[in-house]
């Protein structure tokens, strides 16, 4: 079956990075459209960027635009989201999703900005 499994997440002071991991199996990498969303306690899950299945196109939520990046290699199956300049109303739970065919999610790794 598909799995996706986050890393990476943690406890990050206002101005730092953290580089997420999502390791996929189970499908063909390759070929599916990766993305990474968020979800902050008491508010709804949103998008925070997504990468074709090529690595060539990427998309990202105003929100982050000029801080994270989004980049792939389709030899690991792995998918990262590097995020630089971390504030405080970035803290949330953060998802990685496959779409092939179907949308798969992963369980998620929790990042807390706070000094």
């Known amino acids: 079956q598909v799995q996706l499994v986050e890393s990476g997440g943690g406890l990050v002071e206002p101005g730092g990075s953290l580089r997420l991991s999502c390791v996929a199996s189970?499908?063909?990498?390759?070929?599916?459209?990766m993305r990474w969303y968020r979800q902050a306690p008491g508010k709804e899950r949103e998008f925070v960027a997504d990468?074709?299945?090529?690595?060539?196109?990427?998309d990202y939520a105003d929100s982050v635009k000029g801080r994270f990046s989004i980049t792939r290699d389709n030899a690991k199956n792995t998918v990262w989201l590097q995020m630089n300049r971390l504030r405080s109303d970035d803290t949330a739970v953060y998802y990685c999703?496959?779409?092939?065919?179907?949308?798969?999610w992963g369980q998620g790794t929790q990042v807390t900005v706070s000094s």
């Open positions: 999703q496959a779409r092939f065919g179907l949308d798969y």
């Open positions: 189970g499908l063909t990498f390759s070929s599916a459209t």
């Open positions: 990468i074709s299945t090529g690595g060539t196109i990427t």
